[in-house]
Nanobody, 120 residues
Framework: QVQLVESGGGLVQPGGSLRLSCAAS????????MGWYRQAPGKQRELVATITSGGSTNYADSMKGRFTISRDNAKNTVYLQMNSLKPEDTAVYYCNAAIVLNSGVFVSPWGQGTQVTVSS
């Protein structure tokens, strides 16, 4: 019924930048909060940043000042601009969205994840 598809991951050197995208598709009436999370090997999934439909943002402390979350409501897409990347940012990055479907059902799907590797 609804799908989140991430793109933009890859290999980057320390200090470099990447921009992730996540597009939602399906029988969508409204998308409330969208967010990015990440999971490094052997660690739990953690919050990176969230953004409400009105544009209010929230960041994990370690990402403040380096990462910027944004969204295009017309395209049902959320972005994550990542600057000054560090090796400890290496992880699989997942997007998540709070979605109301045409049927009135509320769902909160996850994307398939995109690998970000920061290494020289």
């Amino acid at each position: 019924q609804v799908q989140l598809v991430e793109s933009g991951g890859g290999l980057v050197q320390p200090g470099g930048s990447l921009r992730l995208s996540c597009a939602a598709s399906g029988s969508i009436v409204r998308i409330n909060t969208m967010g990015w999370y990440r999971q490094a090997p052997g660690k739990q999934r953690e919050l990176v940043a969230t953004i409400t439909s009105g544009g209010s943002t929230n960041y994990a402390d370690s990402m403040k000042g380096r990462f910027t979350i944004s969204r295009d409501n017309a395209k049902n897409t959320v972005y994550l601009q990542m600057n000054s990347l560090k090796p400890e940012d290496t992880a699989v990055y997942y997007c998540n969205a709070a979605i109301v479907l045409n049927s009135g059902v509320f769902v909160s799907p996850w994307g398939q994840g995109t690998q970000v590797t920061v290494s020289s």
